[in-house]
């Protein structure tokens, strides 16, 4: 049987729309096509590697885009209703391009949304919805769509716990009309226990089966046949048979063979929704990160505004421990940034003028003027929105399922009549006997089996993987995880604790330089921790913990503090017990000795953070800073490499401290200064070179990575955008159960 596809998209057909012995998948393929004309279309065809799919993304011509002299640009975001396909948003884009008083439009197939800004002083976003409606795209909001997808999640789970209860029941009750003795009880028992059957029967096929039902009707007005008409017809066949055959006191009743056939395909659909549901979340939880606020800056005076209304090369101001709204570049002022959502490294970067600061990220340090570089589509948000696509999209399998549906759903329900026709008419079977038959193919025609093993299959492996500490969050993850072909870490947080510690330090009083975790006999002199660990009190900084946690370990007494300076990017001055005590990355102008020169190279050279203690403006003594690997990680790395697995390291640190890690575990191939994006990039590389890609991360920022692998595994103490992007996650926050 041939497949129907769209003479303009060339998609699979869901609801044919016939016109000049042309036939297209939605009336948005219809009438670009007439908008382009027949030669046009097949010239863009002829043209090497154009896709009808992504037209949507060709420039728009305006015939009235420009802004009215008094007119103010403004912005909505809307979520549209009834995008079949990317010609759909081609249509909108088209359309509302030459409506006066449009500036630009921008659609997102994927989201069904559009970005259309226009001139606040001609039109209004409610015209905009009534012209976008028009072309037969009804506008819901945002939230309200977002809503609505929780609803129906909610919905389905509902009608899915009804039908467990009740087709529990009606397997119960079954069971003399399995066993052959339903006509040994007494007439009143036998109907009794009928008419229980059928009263459980009626709310599990015709509420809890709603959804399917509604779906039939839907396909067989459209007429295109789909599945749901499949699961409607056999459940309603061996309802209507035993509802028959209960009038006419028959012995057979199959009441519980339609209530099995709606529960385990609602188990299915309940799945499917909430997969989708899981993939919606990411945007949101990137919104509860970043503020809905932003200070702007226009000369002396200040205002907060909605995020949404900042526009670029505005100015906005951030002070200190405020989570920053926007990518944008620092034009005065200078920053001390905490970048782990986005690079996964403890340690704060230092930053001045004409430095790019990050959306989602956190400002340290005195108040700081930025211009706006990217209000809406910043870093974090891309990355956020790339984890969403890539969940929401169809997969291969996806589409050959549906391509498979549209021959499997005639060809079944065809069978079904046949065997009905040659039994009636050719074998003259009695009534009743001819359709059983044809019920017992329309049942075992629905995908009944899939829908029972694969649940099956997946709990039991579930089960047995959650007692190594492995939970997973994927159907397919297990047949992913034995593919795969290389693995790629990510360093800080995976193959590292991801804190910051105090790794080494070396003093005046000390002759030989002394681990962190040395023993009590090679303890530093308490004075000079005393007065260090004192001064880092005050301030909020990881350096500042790992100091104070070592201070603590070694028993030390903490001072008051006289007076307290904190200066970005370097560090602290303060005055303790009438010392003045400065911790920061350089010695200012302080002599360093040769023996304190050679071991602050060694520790740069390996990637650690140095900091050095000046008390009295003498060099007292230098602290390396570094995040210790996991005691596993090695072994574990051993492991996969005799399995034949390639082994990769890809971080936003810098080349130096990943250098180390990978030298100390042994891996040769490794990445730095890695954003979120360049790490998906990375995977979708290797993936084009045929290797099978797992890899390993715990930050917002692997997220993309995490959900472009071919496996993603997150670790247990992971970002809640990690969790949701990988297959699997390794509950105990430990690398062995890999």
């Not at 004192?534 to 007076?563: G, K, M, N």
């Not at 936003?652 to 954003?675: E, F, K, N, S």
Request: proline share 4%; glycine share 6%.
């Amino acid at each position: 049987m041939a497949i129907l596809t769209c003479d303009l998209c060339e998609q699979p057909i869901v609801r044919p729309i016939p016109r000049d012995k042309r036939v297209f998948c939605c009336h948005a393929c219809l009438q670009l096509f007439e908008l382009l004309g027949a030669k046009e279309v097949e010239r863009l065809k002829r043209e090497p590697g154009f896709r009808f799919d992504v037209l949507s993304q060709l420039p728009v011509r305006k015939e009235s885009g420009s802004l009215s002299s008094a007119g103010s640009p403004q912005t909505v975001r809307l979520s549209l209703s009834g995008v079949f396909c990317p010609s759909c948003c081609t249509l909108i884009q088209h359309v509302l391009s030459r409506r006066e008083g449009i500036l630009s439009v921008k659609t997102d197939y994927v989201q069904s949304l559009a970005e259309v800004m226009y001139d606040a002083e001609r039109l209004d976003d409610t015209t905009i919805a009534s012209e976008i409606k028009k072309l037969g795209y009804p506008v819901l909001q945002r939230v309200i769509a977002d809503e609505a997808d929780a609803l129906n999640v909610l919905d389905l789970r509902k009608r899915l716990a009804l039908a467990l209860v009740l087709t529990f029941f009606m397997m119960m009750l079954s069971i003399p009309v399995w066993s052959g003795d339903l006509p040994l009880f007494s007439k009143p028992l036998a109907l009794t226990l009928s008419y229980g059957l059928l009263a459980l029967a009626i709310p599990t096929i015709f509420y809890s089966g709603w959804p399917f039902l509604r779906g039939a009707w839907t396909s067989v007005s459209r007429g295109v046949p789909t599945m749901d008409l499949l699961v409607s017809i056999g459940s309603l066949s061996a309802f209507v048979y035993s509802c028959v055959s209960l009038r006419l006191n028959g012995d057979y009743l199959y009441f519980d063979t339609a209530g099995l056939l709606i529960t385990f395909l609602l188990l299915s659909r309940v799945l499917e929704a909430g997969a989708k549901q899981r993939a919606l979340t990411v945007l949101q939880m990137v919104q509860k990160i970043l503020p809905t606020e932003a200070r702007r800056k226009q000369g002396m005076r200040e205002e907060w505004i909605a995020v949404e209304r900042v526009c670029e090369h505005d100015h906005v101001l951030i002070r200190s421990g405020e989570i920053i709204p926007v990518d944008g570049r620092i034009v005065s002022g200078a920053s001390d940034v905490d970048e782990a959502i986005l690079t996964g490294e403890g340690t704060r970067v230092s930053k001045g003028v004409r430095d790019l600061l990050y959306a989602g990220t956190t400002h340290y340090g005195a108040d700081v003027i930025v211009e706006v570089v990217r209000a809406k589509e910043t870093l974090l948000s891309q990355s956020a929105d790339y984890v969403r696509r890539a969940q929401a999209s169809t997969s291969t399998w996806n589409h050959l399922a549906q391509r498979i549906v549209v021959i499997f759903v005639p060809a079944v329900l065809t069978l079904g009549v046949i065997t009905f026709v040659y039994g009636f008419f050719v074998a003259h079977l009695p009534l009743a006997s001819a359709w059983l038959r044809a019920i017992s193919v329309l049942v075992i025609g629905c995908p009944c089996a899939l829908s029972i093993a694969t649940p099956v299959a997946l709990l039991s492996g579930a089960q047995a993987l959650a007692k190594h500490g492995v939970l997973l969050r994927s159907q397919d993850a297990m047949e992913r995880a034995k593919k795969v072909s290389a693995v790629l870490f990510d360093k800080t947080g995976t193959l590292t604790t991801g804190r910051v510690t105090v790794t080494a330090y070396q003093c005046t009083d000390d002759v030989d330089l002394q681990k962190a975790e040395g023993s009590s006999g090679n303890r530093p002199t308490a004075s000079w921790l005393n007065l260090a660990a004192s001064a880092e009190y005050p301030t909020q900084h990881p350096i500042a913990d790992a100091l104070l946690r070592f201070a603590h370990d070694q028993a030390c007494e903490l001072h008051p503090v006289a007076s307290f300076c904190e200066v970005g990017g370097w560090g602290v001055h303060a005055t303790v017990r009438g010392h003045s005590v400065k911790v920061g990355a350089t010695p200012l102008a302080c002599p360093v000795s040769q023996r304190f020169q050679k071991t602050c190279q060694t520790w740069s050279a390996a990637g650690s953070t140095v900091s050095y203690v000046i008390i009295d403006d003498d060099v007292k003594a230098i602290l390396s800073f570094g995040s210790e690997i996991r005691p596993e990680a090695r072994a574990v790395i051993e492991t996969l490499k005799r399995d034949g697995c390639k082994i990769l390291l890809a971080s936003g640190d810098h080349p130096q401290a990943v250098a180390h890690i990978a030298d100390q575990l042994g891996i040769t191939q490794w990445y730095a200064r890695q954003t979120p994006l360049d790490k998906a990039r990375l995977v979708a590389a290797l993936k084009k070179e045929g290797t099978q890609v797992c890899f390993v991360g715990d930050g917002i920022n692997d997220a993309p990575a995490l959900v472009e692998a071919n496996l993603g595994v997150a670790m247990g103490a992971s970002a809640d955008l990690a969790l949701e992007a990988g297959h699997m996650i390794l509950a105990n926050n430990t690398l062995r159960p890999l």
